[in-house]
């Protein structure tokens, strides 16, 4: 902590000169005039990254963290500012300022993610600068920017990439214009076998990869004073995806391997997507934007999660139900003989092929099916009026879950050759689940005032949510069982920051802001409700931009009620419910830094000069997040109070340096996560500190005779690191090793 502090107070005073102009925008506006934390990732950065995995794409942004899972990027669990990553629930996403889910009211848990590797580009916001997207604001907002339509003439690219265990990328997309039409149509294919080893046996599924297609079509029509667009967009996934991890002892011999229980776990994804916008010009101050919207996805997928076992070990007394969500992994797999004293014991011993399965045991893999849904419109109003730029939204949308996990089970037994055999299966015709609607209105007024050397905003948010949820659980009274359950709450949040700019491309900021998650109708299944999270949130901060460098540091204070937990397998719960519960009083507390060279060891006389020569030039990018995410109130569920909130780390840091010149590039970057505690009731579940380092390098084959073509190479985890990314019910599972990628793109 001591020398991060002396490294930061080194670069502010002395790295920055003074005749530099600004770098990046975010929604048209200069990001030296917002308020509060905002980052920009284009189109050219995301392609010389080559990566598709949005958690190594915002991984260098400061206060953005994540929780790996699968080590493949398909589902994202994305914190800011000492949020809970579980699921992004804490954060509020969107593409092309449609919200993302895909039931963001009815069911916060993003299960599906806008493809990172066909994106144009990406915005992040954090505090006050967020207060114009909802309903998420306690954290901050990302916002994917999907192909846009050319302007003039046409544009096109094409990407094949090959990799380890036969990874193959193909992306390509093409659009052009024809008088007032333009358009553009974008396909994304990903296959990949999968990193992990899973125990062969006859007629199991030794595939732990995944297909993901992704498609989108965009058409768009300008008139002298308004445009026309409609944007669909389809993307399917086929994922081995498996919750059940490895016991410690297990881990340690080989963090690759999967048990064979889990070889037939599969999980199948559809998103379909559609977005009518109009846009037109009211005057020459004022325009007007609106899109209406609709989604859907369906996702199905067939886990293990359930065991019938003897106590004694063999078939003469009744059978114990084992959830394997209920299993202590460092407990109860270490003592797998004390059988009779504790059925979670046996079944672990049976799972990891420890303990031979007797005759009417068995093993149960159920369909998670569940379709999720929504629509509504966005209104977006701008009008300029002397020194006021005021902008006006207002959204209605409807979103739902249809939870079905059960109609259909299979049960099978597992030999000690590893083999799984199919016993038996249900079909149920009865409606097992429930069923969760959601009704929200949301208004927002933001007005940035100019004065002299200063631009100030005020900004409100007003939400409005209603829920319905209809219980057809068994597990719930039967006079329970059927009945609608209701719940409803609103929030309005204000937002105040201002902006003085210091001249040389310099300025201070200071910001307050509320933020609001809404509760949702998941709770104790008496009461059936929550209070929403809210939040008081405190930022200060100075930026530096100019042509060679940028650098900023932040500070930042959120006060925390009613805070919010979801229980899911990945919170550490023993169930799937999603019920939130509130979990009192929270704070946050922390620093950001960012600093950014486009040429290290650049003359001070060369600052601010243009990088047009063919000289090697070293681009250096150090980020720092230092936090305190603690809560402050014990409650039932085990919370401790001063117990530091689920999965967020203390400290990160992020280094890369290159070298590139205008025919090659190539960088070396190196990330640091703290240790993570996997729940806010235990210090000694926790996820263990880790660096890994990445490598990229690209050439331009231009003097080749081939324009726009690109070779590159990357190896992510360039040391082929192994750690335990994920700690938590279904036991210890590992980061991704070492991946070599290599191929060509082309832009046309």
């Known amino acids: 902590m001591k020398k991060t502090a002396i490294l930061i107070a080194f670069l502010s005073s002395n790295a920055i000169a003074d005749d530099l102009a600004p770098l990046s925008i975010f929604g048209g506006q200069q990001i030296s005039e917002i308020a509060g934390s905002a980052s920009y990732i284009g189109d050219d950065e995301l392609k010389k990254s080559g990566y598709t995995d949005t958690e190594r794409i915002v991984g260098r942004v400061p206060g953005v963290y994540s929780q790996t899972e699968d080590g493949l990027g398909l589902r994202t669990n994305i914190g800011m500012r000492g949020a809970n990553p579980n699921r992004t629930t804490k954060i509020n996403i969107t593409e092309d300022g449609i919200l993302q889910g895909p039931a963001v009211y009815s069911n916060p848990s993003m299960y599906f993610y806008p493809d990172a590797g066909d994106a144009e580009g990406i915005e992040i916001l954090k505090g006050a600068a967020a207060i114009g997207n909802g309903p998420r604001t306690t954290s901050g907002a990302i916002n994917y920017l999907s192909r846009s339509t050319p302007t003039e003439g046409s544009k096109g690219h094409f990407n094949q990439t090959f990799g380890d265990e036969s990874y193959l990328r193909n992306h390509f997309y093409y659009g052009d214009t024809m008088g007032n039409l333009s358009y553009v149509f974008e396909t994304h294919k990903t296959n990949y076998d999968g990193h992990k080893e899973i125990d062969a046996g006859a007629g199991n599924d030794t595939n732990s990869g995944f297909r993901k297609n992704s498609d989108l079509f965009k058409i768009r029509y300008t008139m002298p004073n308004s445009f026309m667009e409609l944007s669909s967009q389809n993307t399917s996934e086929t994922s081995h995806a498996s919750y059940i991890g490895l016991t410690r002892a297990d881990f340690a011999d080989n963090p690759y391997r999967r048990y064979a229980a889990s070889s037939k776990d599969k999980m199948d994804n559809d998103y379909h997507r559609y977005i009518f916008t109009y846009g037109m010009d009211l005057s020459p101050t004022s325009s007007f934007v609106g899109k209406i919207y609709k989604a859907k996805y369906s996702r199905n997928w067939k886990k293990v999660g359930e065991m019938n076992v003897y106590l004694d070990g063999n078939n003469t007394n009744a059978l114990s139900k084992v959830k394997l969500s209920a299993i202590d992994w460092a407990g109860d797999c270490a003592n797998d003989t004390d059988t009779e004293a504790k059925p979670e014991a046996r079944a672990c011993g049976i799972l990891t092929n420890g303990t031979a399965m007797v005759s009417g045991e068995k093993i149960k893999r159920s369909l998670g099916h569940r379709d999720y849904g929504m629509y509504g419109y966005d209104l977006r109003y701008n009008t300029v009026m002397g020194a006021h730029d005021i902008t006006v939204g207002y959204r209605s949308h409807r979103d739902y879950r249809d939870r079905n996990d059960s109609s259909v089970s299979e049960y099978y037994s597992l030999g000690t050759n590893n083999t799984m055999t199919l016993i038996s299966s249900d079909y149920i015709t009865d409606h097992l689940g429930n069923d969760d609607f959601a009704s929200a209105e949301s208004f927002s007024l933001i007005d940035k005032i100019s004065h002299g050397n200063f631009t100030t905003t005020l900004g409100m948010r007003y939400e409005d949510v209603e829920y319905w949820e209809y219980y057809w659980d068994n597990d719930i009274a039967a006079s329970a069982a059927g009945v609608a359950q209701t719940n409803s709450n609103s929030e309005t949040m204000i937002a105040a920051s201002t902006v003085y700019d210091m001249g040389n491309g310099k300025s201070t900021f200071a910001a307050f802001n509320q933020g609001y998650m809404p509760s949702g109708n998941h709770g104790d299944e008496t009461v059936k409700s929550t209070e929403p999270e809210k939040s008081d949130s405190y930022e200060i ?132 996560n703290d240790e993570v505690y996997n729940k806010g009731s235990s210090t000694s579940d926790k996820t263990e500190s880790a660096v890994i380092y990445d490598f990229r390098s690209g050439m331009s084959l231009d003097s080749m005779g081939y324009a726009g073509a690109r070779a590159f190479l990357n190896i992510d985890n360039l040391f082929d690191k192994e750690y335990i990314a994920s700690a938590h019910n279904y036991g210890f599972r590992a980061n991704k090793p070492q991946t070599v990628m290599a191929g060509l793109s082309f832009d046309f």
């Not at 901060?541 to 930042?556: C, K, V």
């Not at 805070?563 to 009192?584: H, K, M, T, W, Y």
């Not at 809560?631 to 967020?648: F, L, M, N, P, V």
Request: charged letters at 15%; hydrophobic letters at 35%; proline letters at 2%.
């Open 541 to 672: 901060g100075y930026r530096s931009y100019g042509a060679n460098s940028q650098m900023e540091i932040i500070g930042f204070y959120i006060d925390y009620e009613n805070l919010l937990e979801v229980c899911n397998i990945g919170a550490g719960c023993a169930d799937s419910s999603q019920n939130q519960n509130n979990a009192g009083e929270a704070h946050v507390q922390g620093i950001e830094f960012l600093y950014k060279v486009n040429n290290l060891f650049a003359a001070p006389q060369m600052k601010g000069a243009a990088n047009t020569g063919s000289g090697i030039r070293y681009p250096m990018i150090i980020a720092v997040t230092l936090q305190e995410a603690e809560h402050d109130t014990a409650t039932d569920s085990g919370i401790q109070d001063g117990a530091r909130i689920a999965y967020t780390p203390e400290e990160i840091y992020y280094v890369s340096i290159g070298a590139e010149t205008n025919s090659w590039d190539m960088q070396l970057s190196a990330k640091y």
